[in-house]
């Protein structure tokens, strides 16, 4: 059966515009520390205290435009959020003063993250026979996004760096008008849940199990999972991209890991829904596999920290994220009631944004005082917590879905 078969016009349409988007926030985030430190001539201790509180703000985005998304709807929420990260990160190209440098990147981050919140919720709402087929998709789509936009990013910052911040701007324009377009193409019950009006599709459990007490406790372990995993998988982008440049391989060895990364998303793909759908049909097996796979790569490379082991290591995460990111804004659609869902997709895509804040200043925090060994074996450690944490998430799941709603 075609993988992509069935999907929505809305949802492709959707996907479109957030494959553009993809492309010009990829132009910048790779640059941002190289523009900190490069042109307005602040340290790279500086650099990564911005991107943190810029991490700090998307956490609160998440959360905040998670609650508006079940108070004014997903089309305020994500009209609101575009348009604001469009004039942040446009104004930034223009901003050579440190601390308005600093306060825009900061609402850069806030406006950005309060649009995921929202449209995992819309997605989860306007193809709701997607399951976890809509979000593999969305992953996909998002993560070719930012294969082309690392690509070109460099070439585009030699030649300006205020070209790379209006491109990233014109680019949440161009998100807003497929969405807008999006959303004229939604039936009429579609777009009822743009305006925060209850689906007439019952995606809700039975109304003993909708109390918030029943789904606290698996929602904990959800986040914590995702928080830990993301947490260990940041070490790629931090001390392990530092240790590479320090083992004598060059620059360009390292980007070909994320090279590496973005090929075998985009291709391997369709084989891996095939996979899923033939022996990991329960969601919740499919986060305990990811997370697993996680733990295994970075055993690897704690045994072999040369770049033949980097290479196989990352061919293993992202097999591994593969699985497992999608399926955490999937597991959320299915356990939260539809009335709260843009909450505690919030909840979802905030704990993953802690995972990246905290993840590089925990790693270099380690590698300073132990090094590189010792990082990789506590990184494994901290996979195999998230692995426990989602058999925590679902044996809580099953209590409180008996029917097998979410663990099915």
């Not at 602040?42 to 905040?64: E, R, Y």
């Not at 690392?150 to 161009?174: D, H, K, P, Q, R």
Request: glycine share 12%; proline share 5%; charged share 5%.
């Amino acid at each position: 059966m075609n993988w992509t078969s069935s999907v929505p016009p809305a949802i492709w349409i959707l996907f479109a515009g957030g494959l553009l988007n993809s492309i010009g926030n990829a132009f910048l985030w790779p640059l941002n520390s190289l523009y900190i430190h490069g042109v307005l001539g602040k340290s790279l201790t500086t650099a990564g205290i911005v991107l943190m509180f810029m991490n700090g703000a998307g956490m609160l985005g998440n959360l905040i435009g998670g609650a508006l998304f079940d108070r004014i709807g997903g089309k305020r929420v994500i009209l609101l959020g575009l348009l604001g990260a469009a004039g942040s990160v446009t104004a930034l190209g223009f901003t050579k003063y440190f601390p308005f440098y600093v306060a825009l990147i900061v609402l850069l981050g806030f406006m950005q993250n309060m649009v995921w919140p929202s449209f995992h919720a819309l997605i989860g709402e306007l193809w709701p026979s997607g399951g976890r087929r809509a979000f593999n998709m969305f992953y996909v789509v998002n993560n070719l996004g930012v294969a082309i936009g690392t690509a070109l990013g460099g070439f585009l910052a030699e030649i300006s760096f205020l070209l790379v911040f209006l491109l990233n701007g014109f680019s949440y324009l161009l998100y807003t008008g497929f969405f807008l377009y999006g959303m004229k193409r939604t039936g009429p019950r579609d777009a009822s849940v743009t305006e925060n009006t209850p689906s007439s599709v019952d995606r809700s459990p039975p109304a003993a199990f909708q109390s918030l007490p029943s789904i606290t406790i698996p929602v904990i372990f959800l986040a914590a999972g995702i928080l830990i995993a993301w947490t260990a998988y940041s070490q790629w982008v931090g001390p392990l991209a530092v240790y590479t440049l320090q083992a004598g391989y060059p620059l360009s060895s390292y980007s070909f890991l994320w090279t590496l990364n973005g090929i075998l998303i985009v291709a391997g793909q369709p084989l891996l829904a095939v996979f899923l759908n033939r022996f990991l049909r329960k969601l919740t097996s499919q986060l305990l596999i990811g997370a697993l796979l996680y733990v295994a790569t970075f055993v690897l490379i704690a045994l072999y920290p040369n770049y033949t082991g980097f290479l196989l290591g990352m061919a293993i995460m992202t097999i591994g994220e593969m699985i497992l990111l999608p399926g955490v804004p999937a597991a959320m659609t299915l356990l939260a009631p539809k009335e709260r869902m843009g909450f505690y997709q919030g909840i979802a895509a905030s704990a993953g944004t802690a995972g990246r804040m905290l993840g590089p200043v925990l790693g270099g925090i380690v590698y300073d005082l132990w090094g590189a060994g010792v990082l990789f074996s506590l990184a494994a450690v901290a996979c195999a917590t998230a692995a426990i944490c989602f058999v925590g998430f679902q044996v809580s799941a099953k209590k409180a879905f008996p029917s097998g709603k979410v663990t099915s």
